[in-house]
């Protein structure tokens, strides 16, 4: 899973450890799945599944793609089919 505002650029020399992480991946059978800003770059090419964030305002892609990214996030971390043992608040009465 790729969480990136730019998805990776070789060209531009943007996030050229994500590209080779892809382009491993890719390799290997993996599925890629991204939720990216901007155009999406490299991930946005290459995933399997993948969420390009609308630009709403140039000035501020950076900030509204990684604030979907940590909702996505958190979703998936709080998922209460993958709790694995009762968090710590659950737990205090």
């Known amino acids: 899973m790729v969480l990136s505002v ?8 943007v996030s050229p450890n994500l590209v ?3 382009q491993y991946a890719k390799q290997i059978g993996a599925n890629v799945v991204g939720i990216v800003g901007r155009d999406g770059g490299y991930t ?4 399997d ?22 909702v996505v996030h958190h979703l998936l971390v709080t998922h209460p089919k993958l709790k694995a ?5 659950e737990s205090v009465k």
């Open 44 to 47: 946005a090419q290459v995933a």
């Open 85 to 89: 043992a009762q968090t710590k608040w």
């Open 49 to 70: 599944a993948c969420v390009v964030i609308p630009t709403v305002n140039p000035d501020h892609v950076t900030p509204h793609a990684e604030a979907f990214q940590s």
């Open 20 to 22: 080779m992480a892809l």
């Open 6 to 13: 730019g998805g990776g650029n070789l060209e531009k020399n």
